[in-house]
């Protein structure tokens, strides 16, 4: 069993419990244009995927709005939905545990310019080297795009790598650039592990 090198996060559903800021801030937005809150299938969505198809697809219906919704969501304030977004408990022990390891970190997700902000407001920003955003990668996940760019940075190979999601656009994220999947909270995935705690990892012989 190859020992792990380089560990990489996905933000949404997985480094944070996000989903509520989420539905927060798409209402804000399709409010803005006087249009109803988003279906649970809507919130499922713009929870996968990056802000630029997720406002697309909740102003589908609302084709002569999609232009001024894009150009709107770049001066909403971001900050005061930070405050509905929870980090997952053990987190910070879990990153302490690769660092004493030297285990490179990263980040991949499909957000765009507020994963900074999260990570400088959350104080765990210094433990990650490399952060593959929707805004950075060449494409955006599902596509391999920034696995890729991450395991160059660390010279990391995939047997090396580790990445740690919890949706289906993760599964496809990781296995598209054969990397080993950690389903995080998240049992109907194809993953190689399943977790609903970071610290769970820790007693694996993939780190050892």
């Known amino acids: 069993m190859t ?8 933000c949404d559903g997985v480094m944070f419990d996000s989903k509520y800021a989420n539905e927060k801030f798409y209402n804000h937005v399709l409010a803005s244009f006087g249009h109803p809150p988003m279906s649970k299938e809507e919130l499922e969505y713009v929870h996968m995927h990056s802000v630029t198809d997720s406002v697309r697809y909740i102003f589908r219906h609302y084709p002569d709005d999609i232009d001024r919704a894009l150009d709107h969501r770049l001066e909403v304030d971001y900050a005061p939905f930070l405050d509905y ?8 022990e879990f ?11 990263a980040i991949s997700t499909n957000r765009t310019n507020t994963m900074n902000r999260i990570l400088n407001t959350s104080g765990i ?11 950075n990668a060449p494409r955006p996940k599902p596509w391999p795009d920034a696995l890729i ?16 999601g919890d949706s289906v656009v993760d599964e496809e994220h990781a296995h598209s650039a054969g990397v080993d999947l950690v389903a995080f909270k998240n049992q109907e995935l194809k993953a190689e592990y399943f977790i609903n705690r970071f610290m769970e990892l820790s007693t694996l012989p993939i780190f050892e």
Do not use: N, Q
């Not at 920003?125 to 805004?135: L, R």
């Open 149 to 164: 760019e991450i395991m160059r940075y660390y010279k990391c190979s995939e047997s090396e790598t580790l990445y740690i």
């Open 125 to 135: 920003a210094p433990y990650f080297g490399m952060v593959m955003t929707a805004a």
């Open 85 to 92: 977004m929870k980090m997952e408990p053990d987190l910070p």
């Open 95 to 105: 990153l302490e545990f690769l660092k004493r390891r030297s285990c490179g970190m």
């Open 3 to 10: 020992r792990k090198k380089l560990v990489i996060f996905d």
